[in-house]
Structure formats: structure tokens, C-alpha cells
């Protein structure tokens, strides 16, 4: 594809349809709704087939006809991709069939599903002019938007709750931004950051950035149906924070199938939430499409820990139309799914992960997805950036001094039997 060949036609309002030019607007101005990109799917039905797909890069941008650039990626080029991992000893466990995980806990650069959607703000940010990128984070953004920040030479001004895990601060320490530590919630650092685009011309990627930014998630469901052979799963369950990945998801899979990548579209998305901040599955269960915020989130999976989702009611909405449904974790069911998918598959994931797992458990054991059909789990950041939860609940190594006597004294079982 070359320069000229951009499908982003326009801004359309979510509710009331009215269109706005492509710039750095996130709100209707008449009836506040949000705004979303448009395309050309007539021209992206022309020259998105599945053999020119599969003859570019495997980076994200394999899929551009979709995403919202006028011209040339100029970030992200060696993100997204991740493998999809056929999870048999994970299905055994679990009693199903056929079981995937997406494992973005080996995304390129920071190792989370976050470096799908920077890159694509981030290019656009420099099209629209913007020298100075920022974001409101629960932690993996704040990874991200550093270190794509100091890869396309941009200055970063980073927000985050104050609280969050050590490798989550560092890891973002680490590429030089100015990081500002929030004394308050996710919603408050929100709140605050909507309020300095204001008096900055700062693209926040998660804020005024947000149409583009966002339609970065819809590369998870492409990847997912390409490394499917071009099929769409039955299942898929994803992790729920600010609401921005699973509708995009879902989305996804309907544009390709508008596009006639995929034959059918037989998938239902479900929703995973910590139990102590879990406002849309609350929403769900209690058969209402308004998401109450939960002020006071408590839990250990904290890159979930947003009361209030900016794109809650759309995450509702995808459920619905495609007949999924949602689950919730405790701490402790969050810290045994995490050892559970270590043990099983060899990943490591973060809390958010695990939350994951622990859905998925519990929606195939209540019987909500069934044993026989293809299902997907999406495992969106690493475990080495959320060690903290975990300390002590994994037992301990066993100590010895080196010297041959002290191991056949403190772990002398260990030999018996093991004949050399
Ligand atoms: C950001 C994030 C999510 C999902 O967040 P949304 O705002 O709902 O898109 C999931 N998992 C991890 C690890 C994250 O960092
Ligand atoms: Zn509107």
C-alpha cells in the first residue's frame, strides 16, 4: 500500500451518527457521544485479501486498511503479532476441546496488549502535528506510551494512580518520561487528565487521541482470525479495564466478516473483571445497561482497576449483540489462575491474566461456554511486572549451602531413587 491509498474517511458520532473531520476530537459536540473512525470498506474489500495480508510484515500494521493513518506507520513496526497458542494441557484441564491464548504477555516492546494500541495513536498523533504524547494509566499504557514515545522521539507526559506495582513504575521510569504520580484513583488521574487537554496541546492517547487509539485493539481480532486460517472462534474472553479491547474485538471479527475474510461469525465475546472493581459484569448480572461506578476499586489485578470505564456501555453492548456473557475473580481464584496457566502452558502472566483464566474457568465449569467449540483467552500483560500479589503464595526455594552434604541433608528425598 503507498501513501495514498488512506480509507479513513471521517469521525462518526456513536449515537447520533452526525460526522466530524479525522483530528484530535473524542466527543459529539451535541450530544457528547463518542466518536468513532469511519472507513472505506468498499476500497478495503478490494485490496485487503487474504493473500496481500499475508505477504506483509507481521507487525500490526499488516492490517492498515482498518486503522486510522493518512499515511505511513511511523511506529509499532515490530508490535503486535503475538502468538496464538494452541493451550492443550490448559483444554485438559479444563474439560474443552479446543482452547487458544492470545498471548500478548510477549508483545513488543513492553510486553502487553498496550503495545497494539500506542503505536497506532502515536502515528497519528505526529500526523496531527503533536510533539508531546501523555496518557491516564493503570500501568501497562504508561510502559507503553514511554517507550514508543522515546522510539519515535516524542515527549512524554505520563499519569498514574500512586500505588501501582514497582516493575510497572520502573518500566516506564526506565525510558525517561516525566511520569506524575497521582494521589488518588484511575478515575481521578482520568478526570485530571481530561481537564489538562484543556490547557495543553497534548495528544493524550487515551483521551483526546481516543477513536484512533482505540481502533488499535480491532488488530487482536484480526490476528486471532488469521492465525485461525481466516476463521473466527466461538468463544472469546477478554479482560475488561477501561472497556476499550473488547468491543474493538468484536468489532474486528464484524468487519472482517463484512469484508468476506471470514465465511461466518458464529463468536461471542465474554467479559472478565476482578471481583472487587467489576462494574460492567455487575451491570450484566443485574440485567441493566447502566454501569454504576465502583468509587473504591479493591484488588490485587490492578491494570483492571477502573470504576469507571469510559467505554463500559459499548462493552455491554458487544456482549449483547453477540450473546456472551461475563465472569468475576477473586484475589485468590486470580493468584491459583495464574499458577494454573504457568503450570499447564509454560505463561507467565500478570493479575490481569488471571483474572482471565479464572473467568474462563468459570464460565466452561457453570456451562456458559460449551466443551466442544473453539475458544480463545486473551492474555494481555506479563507476570514479571506484578510479582508483589504473588510473594508467598508461590512456597519458597529451598536453601542449601553449596556443598554436596547440606543438599543431601535438606533435600536428600530428592535423590532417593534417582540413581546416578
Ligand atoms: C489495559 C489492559 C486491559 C484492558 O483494558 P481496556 O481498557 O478494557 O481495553 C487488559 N489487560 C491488561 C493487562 C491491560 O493492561
Ligand atoms: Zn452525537
Redesign the pocket.
Known sequence: MTATTCLMTALRCRECGREYPARATYSCEYCFGPLEVVYDYERARRSMSAEAVGSRPQNLWRYRELLPLEGEPTDGLNSGFTPLVRADNLARELGVRELYLKDDSVNRPTL???DRVVPVALSRAKELGFDTVGCAS????ANSVAAHAAIAGLRAVIFIPAGLELGKVLGTLAYGPTLVSVEGTYDQVNRLCTEITTKARWAFVNVNLRPYYTEG?KTCAFEIAEQLGWRAPHHVVL????????PKVWKGFQELHQLGLIPELPTKVYAAQPDGCSPVVNALKEGTDIIRPVREPRTIAL??A?GN?ADGYYVLKAIQESQGDGETATDEEIVEAIKLLARTEGIFT?T??GVTIAALRKLIASGRIPVDETIVACV??NGLKTTEPLSGRLGEPLTVEPSLASFEQRAGALLEGAGA
Open positions: 502487553s496488549y498496550k493503570t500501568g501497562n499504557l485493539a479482560p475488561v479495564a477501561g472497556g476499550t479491547l473488547l491494570s483492571l477502573i470505564p500478570e490481569a491474566g494481555t500483560g
